[in-house]
């Protein structure tokens, strides 16, 4: 005689086993395989929108392009919302409206986890002058590559996701999992007003979210990754001010202690010519670097010397594969990015500036603290300052204080991740960190508490922020393919 316990598993079970026979991977793959030039065309006309979050002549762009997504996803049948996030104060005094934030809900059974995927819609500026072969603006193909500003990043992430839902909704499938999506439209300013958002809607839109996914990363090879960190970023301004005015080199040189000395001499206290940082303290709270993730670098496929030629350098800091992956993805760095108030124009002028300031950052690792090292950064310009004896006046602030954030490789949405590259790809994927900062996932982490795993489909030669900025036909189509299978995937995992 079956147990009352025994049946309830065995129905259990059952109901699971129909369930992964009921996703129809293959009819799902054909869809999008068939209507792969529908979405290079609605790809095309969202990079022809030229929104550029960081040019304010540009907002009614911005604008319209939040109005696309919503519509998108309107159309779609999910219930949308345009969320006001406030205004921008402009440097005049005026302000601006910042773009809305698009949230969109898929589905809301409680019996099935629910997924939030992130995504941003702005881009950097781009001019054809800039030294781009085609129109920034004008989705151009070639060999099998879709040429335009916000291609990669991150217009075609968000569209591939997109995609994949629409794919269910199209054959009049059941999605395996909630899906909601949160797509904003300041990413490349600094998400202006978005942390404040997400504070306000953690008891209602966060609320019965599991799990966030964010696809705004890329590969490092030609091989799939999964990204699992991310640096964080503390950005200095160190002021030195002598003079009331400029001053003519020749009428005032040899007679004053000139600011742009005292500037380079500090900044040179930053770091050694082999790359050391040289401030007291600095790397004290850096998380050590086990054997178990030595191995995992050791297996990633990098080639250094393919590295060092794409970024034209005779010479790399380190030439080891794991020491130069390690020395950008989990090691603190310190770069120096300019100096405000020197003369920088073509030409000659002798001039002694009256003020100048030096810009730099310094990349967070775990377990750095921003709040230390901004101590520890001030306290170091002053001291060292204070010893060249100058009547020059200091200034240190720090503009930018993110953290650095790291999920756990081990967690289900990693396993899930692996399974979707694997089974889309047919190979293992690579467990990748981020050199750069994307400040948004530590807000998730922090405000929200909900698991967050990276997922790229961008390629490692995209050129993010650069000139002839890119997404492979490839890496759009096989990258949607890949979302609807982490979606089946991740409704596997247990719920807590």
Aim: aromatic share 8%.
């Amino acid at each position: 005689m079956v147990s009352n316990d025994h049946f309830k598993q065995l129905v259990s079970k059952c109901i699971i086993k129909s369930a992964v026979h009921s996703f129809r991977f293959d009819e799902l793959i054909k869809y999008v395989d068939d209507h792969q030039e529908e979405y290079v065309q609605t790809l095309r006309e969202w990079v022809a929108v030229e929104s550029d979050s960081s040019d304010v002549t540009k907002r009614a762009e911005l604008y319209r392009m939040m109005d696309m997504v919503g519509e998108k996803l309107r159309k779609m049948g999910g219930k949308v919302e345009l969320v006001d996030i406030g205004e921008e104060q402009l440097p005049d005094g005026s302000s601006l409206a910042l773009p809305k934030v698009v949230t969109a809900q898929f589905g809301s059974d409680v019996n099935k986890p629910t997924v939030c995927v992130y995504g941003h819609v702005d881009v950097q500026p781009a001019q054809k002058e800039d030294g781009w072969a085609t129109e920034p603006y004008n989705l151009t193909e070639i060999n099998g590559n879709l040429y335009g500003r916000g291609a990669s990043d991150n217009k075609a992430p968000v569209l591939a996701w997109i995609h994949a839902v629409e794919a269910f909704k199209a054959l009049d499938m059941d999605l395996p999992v909630n899906v909601k999506y949160l797509i904003e439209g300041m990413e490349e300013t600094g998400s202006n007003g978005l942390d404040a958002m997400i504070k306000s809607q953690k008891s209602t839109f966060f609320s019965d979210v599991d799990y966030i996914i964010i696809s705004d990363c890329g590969w490092l090879s030609k091989r799939p990754a999964l990204t699992y960190g991310t640096r964080g970023n503390c950005y200095f301004f160190a002021e030195v001010e002598g003079p009331k005015q400029d001053l003519h080199s020749g009428v005032y040189g040899g007679t004053v202690i000139e600011p742009m000395t005292d500037l380079i001499g500090i900044l040179d206290t930053l770091i050694s010519p082999s790359g050391t940082i040289l401030i007291p303290g600095i790397r004290d709270a850096v998380a050590p670097f086990s054997d178990e993730e030595w191995k995992m670098y050791q297996d990633i496929e990098f080639d250094v010397e393919s590295y060092r030629e794409k970024i034209g350098v005779e010479q790399l800091m380190y030439n080891n594969k794991v020491e130069l992956l390690a020395h950008r993805w989990r090691h603190p760095t310190v770069s120096i990015h300019g100096i405000n108030g020197a003369f920088s124009a073509p030409g000659t002028k002798t001039v002694i500036p009256a003020k100048v300031t030096g810009k730099f950052s310094i990349r967070q690792v775990p377990d750095m603290d921003p709040a230390v090292v901004e101590k520890q950064v001030t306290d170091h310009l002053h001291s060292v300052f204070a010893k060249r004896k100058s009547p020059n006046k200091l200034k240190v602030k720090m503009i930018i204080g993110a953290k650095p954030w790291l999920a756990d490789i081990k967690h289900s949405l990693y396993e899930a991740g692996k399974a979707a590259v694997k089974r889309v790809f047919n190979v293992d994927a690579d467990m990748i960190r981020e050199g750069g900062t994307i400040p948004i996932a530590r807000t998730f982490q922090d405000v929200t508490e909900k698991s967050i795993i990276m997922l790229p489909i961008g390629g490692f030669d995209d050129g993010l922020h650069s000139q002839n900025e890119k997404m492979s036909r490839y890496n759009y189509i096989e990258g949607t393919k890949m979302f609807i299978a982490y979606l089946q995937e991740v409704a596997q995992i247990k719920k807590d």
